[in-house]
Nanobody
Framework: QVQLVESGGGLVQAGGSLRLSCVAS????????MDWYRQAPGKQRELVTD?????KGRFNISRDNAKNTVYLQMNSLKPEDTAVYYC???????????????WGQGTQVTVSS
């Protein structure tokens, strides 16, 4: 059984920082990609990249392969960053030959003005 678990969300004032973590665990043979998505109220889920204009210079994504973990460091947060943040990974479970998409349960980030 493979699962992704996110942590680190919460309520923060505008200008504050949060660091999200996503850990993949279970019977894992290999991990291809680990990404962050977010879904704001009333909007579609979108891929979070640290080079998008909306977050450039404020967000940084890093990965620790030894720990099967991906991080999202968010600085200078704005109210428009309020969303549920999800982790997505393409993982090949032990004993299988195909990579499969896995999603975490999501972690709420709320930025107050």
């Amino acid at each position: 059984q493979v699962q992704l678990v996110e942590s680190g969300g919460g309520l923060v004032q505008a200008g504050g920082s949060l660091r999200l973590s996503c850990v993949a665990s279970g019977s894992i043979s290999s991990i291809s990609t680990m990404d962050w998505y977010r879904q704001a109220p009333g909007k579609q889920r979108e891929l979070v990249t640290d080079y998008a204009d909306s977050v450039k210079g404020r967000f940084n994504i890093s990965r620790d392969n030894a720990k099967n973990t991906v991080y999202l460091q968010m600085n200078s947060l704005k109210p428009e960053d309020t969303a549920v943040y999800y982790c997505n990974a393409k993982i090949r479970a032990s004993g299988t030959i195909w990579y499969k998409d896995y999603w975490g349960q999501g972690t709420q980030v709320t930025v107050s003005s």
